[in-house]
């Protein structure tokens, strides 16, 4: 899952990202408010992280500039603005979730968690496909009832795939889901990391892959009807 | 009780009864002498007509000698009204006695009683009120017969005889005072209703006339927190009423104002201290979740935090204390070259890294009797704010006001300013108000100018801000 943060205060977005990025999301960071909106527009993200009061353009200008143009991603207003009106204003001009200053990075990471399932209209943390259960909760994998040890990153593709159980996802789609800006779009990552993925799951299962590629176009996790 | 009804319904009442009791008595008065003057003129009439009688001859002088009989009626065959001295029960009576007491003759109308006069008169034409024994009032003229009153031949007459003859003419008064004593208790009647009237017609009247002062007072009561724009019509008021309503929405409108800058005092301190609160809560945070992956300099971000936090509370308490009058001033006299030059050093490197030009206009040697911690601190946060605000290339200007005999009695800073009008100078000393309202600054939490303002009234010295084109001057002067 990818986010944004576009907070201004330094302490509170390398606070946040940091937790974020040990949770196994892919952190994008951004000070100001037109940057923040370039970057919005620019990329696919799963949660934009929106301050309010921010330098350049406002965080509610911002929001609503995202909306009419059309963006459906998740957004979670963070501000210390908490009175009733600042809050109904925030959520009518197209904010999911809104969170107010002082809060717990816990509850930070449930609300983006929630946001991510939202997205994906899965209300369920648990998903299972064949004998493979993921907890997105528990960001824990096993495979016919045996856990899997795995890194943030392999979790994260194996979790982005899972959501999207059924459709092809290609390369760029996963880079822009799993990894941040700072990954290079012409390296092979995704390529090495469905690789590491499939060989972790085919020590537990010995029948047919469950992560397959679609030549030309990207990797299925096929339904079990299918 | 103090109601203002109850006030006017004493004083009313108060006047309606006064003013009855004056009417009422000068009607029972005027009444009163109108019944006693047609007494007296009838018996002034009574009077005459005795000279009359004496004058016919129709009583010989030899009734008159003591003891002699038969005691002769006079006899009033002129008119009809003074047979009245005839009738047993006749109001009209009269009486000669002479010097001895002894009734010489009375009128039929006085049966056997007798009139007893007064020893002395005061004034022996004026009627007097007398009583009979049996307690019948009387009004009645005395005279004698030699006191020169009567007509001459009669007087002669008399002296022929006796020395002096009292004759007494008299009216029964009783139904006259019956009159009056029903005219008095129907003006005590009168007076009672129309007091009672009075109670009545006041109390509704002034029901009426108070009711917009009651709509008033319940449009006052509805008056909380949340209506404070609301204000009070005055269109439909009376217009003693109208001075009050137009008060009243003054009130109102300072209070609206009071109202929101506390308003935007709490909301902006909530957001200065919400800000820096989830920095120092999340870096601890996500330090205590994974300490591997802190970086080495956390402890400082939090450090930093937290001394920006306590120089908020600081600058607060400063305030509260400054407005209880509470803050310690020791007065000494300073140097203010030297004070400007010691605290602008602090900025110097910003200033130039803004490429600002930074001018002192100060004639060294010049001195000011203050306190110089306070004056220290007004000074670094004019200072502070003028390297801060000016744009790159700007000129800083400190220059020190003086009077004619060049005595420094002040001092003045200013700075080139972008995009501030007079509206937002007003609001440069309140507490937390920024320019940037998104307040991204971490070194200016907008207490500095709320500061420099309460240390100075605390030294006795005035500090204002005036827009002068594209410059802001900060004026800084004793208040005398």
């Known amino acids: 899952m990818r986010v944004l943060i576009v907070e201004d205060s330094q302490y509170i977005r390398e606070s946040v990202a940091l937790v974020l990025r040990e949770s196994g999301y892919a952190v994008d960071e951004s000070e100001e408010g037109r940057d923040g909106l370039w970057k919005a527009e620019s990329n696919s993200y799963d949660v934009i992280i929106l301050d309010i009061m921010l330098p350049g353009l406002d965080g509610l200008s911002a929001l609503k500039k995202l909306r009419e143009g059309g963006h459906q991603t998740q957004i979670l207003i963070l501000s210390a603005r908490d009175t009733i009106d600042d809050r109904i204003r925030g959520l009518r001009e197209g904010a999911d979730d809104y969170l107010v200053k002082p809060f717990d990075l816990g509850e930070l990471l449930a609300r983006v968690e929630a946001l991510c399932r939202r997205g994906y209209m899965k209300k369920n943390p648990l998903h299972e496909v064949g004998g493979l259960t993921i907890n997105r909760h528990a960001k824990t994998v096993s495979l016919n009832g045996q856990a899997i040890e795995m890194t943030a990153r392999e979790y994260a593709i194996l979790e982005f795939l899972v959501l999207r159980q059924g459709e092809v996802v290609s390369r760029t789609e996963i880079e822009a889901h799993v990894y941040d800006e700072h990954v290079s779009p012409v390296s092979n990552v995704v390529d090495k990391s469905i690789c590491v993925l499939r060989k972790r799951l085919s020590e537990s299962n010995k029948s047919a892959p469950i992560i397959q590629t679609r030549r030309g176009q990207g990797y299925i996790i096929e339904t079990e009807s299918a | ?480």
């Open chain 2, 1 to 480: 009780m103090k109601s203002i009804r109850f006030r006017l319904l004493v004083w009313i009442l108060s006047g309606v009864a006064i003013l009855f009791a004056v009417a009422g008595s000068c009607i029972y008065f005027a009444f009163r002498y109108e019944l006693v003057s047609e007494i007296d003129d009838e018996l002034q009439q009574a009077r005459k007509v005795i000279y009359n009688v004496f004058e016919n001859d129709s009583l010989k002088p030899g009734v008159f000698v003591k003891g002699g009989t038969p005691r002769k009626r006079l006899r009033f065959r002129e008119e009809e009204r003074w047979r009245e001295f005839d009738y047993e029960d006749g109001e009209l009576f009269y009486q000669l006695r002479d010097t001895g007491g002894e009734v010489l003759l009375r009128s039929t109308s006085l049966a056997e009683r007798t009139i007893e006069a007064p020893k002395k008169l005061s004034d022996p034409r004026k009627p007097v009120s007398l009583e009979l024994a049996d307690g019948t009032l009387l009004r009645a003229r005395i005279d004698y017969a030699n006191s020169g009153q009567w007509p001459e031949p009669f007087r002669e007459r008399i002296r022929s005889e006796e020395s002096q003859i009292e004759i007494i003419v008299a009216r029964d008064t009783s139904e006259t005072g019956q009159t009056l004593s029903f005219l008095l208790a129907g003006i005590w009647i009168a007076g009672i209703l129309a007091a009672g009237a009075t109670v009545i017609f006041v109390t509704v009247a002034l029901r009426q006339g108070l009711s917009p002062l009651y709509e008033l007072g319940a449009d006052a009561a509805k008056v909380d927190a949340s209506r404070l724009s609301d204000r009070f019509n005055d269109k439909d008021l009376p217009s003693e009423l109208r001075p009050i309503c137009e008060q009243l929405n003054h009130l109102m409108e300072r209070l609206e104002n009071s109202f929101d800058r506390e308003r935007r005092f709490s909301s902006d301190l909530a957001h200065e201290m919400r800000t820096p609160v989830t920095e120092v809560c999340n870096l601890a945070e996500a330090a205590v979740l994974f300490p591997e992956k802190v970086p080495a300099g956390q402890y400082r971000k939090i450090l930093a935090t937290g001394k920006g936090m306590r120089g908020i509370v600081e600058s607060l308490l400063f305030l509260s204390r400054s407005e209880k009058g509470a803050a310690d001033i020791e007065v000494e006299r300073i140097d203010l070259a030297e004070v400007v030059a010691e605290c602008l050093q602090p900025y110097a490197a910003r200033a130039v890294e803004k490429n600002l030009v930074v001018e002192i206009a100060i004639l060294p040697g010049n001195f000011l009797s203050t306190d110089l911690n306070l004056f220290r601190n007004i000074l670094n946060n004019l200072i502070s704010n003028a390297i801060e605000h000016s744009p790159s290339g700007g000129l800083v200007k400190l220059e020190g006001i003086e009077t004619s005999s060049e005595i420094p009695i002040g001092l003045s800073i200013s700075n080139p300013v972008v995009e501030m009008n007079s509206a937002e100078v007003d609001l440069l000393f309140d507490r937390f108000w920024r320019k940037d309202q998104v307040r991204s600054s971490t070194t200016h939490c907008g207490l500095g100018l709320s500061v420099a303002r309460a240390c100075a009234e605390a030294v006795s010295m005035k500090l204002e801000a005036v827009i002068k084109g594209s410059r802001i001057q900060f004026d800084l002067r004793f208040e005398n």
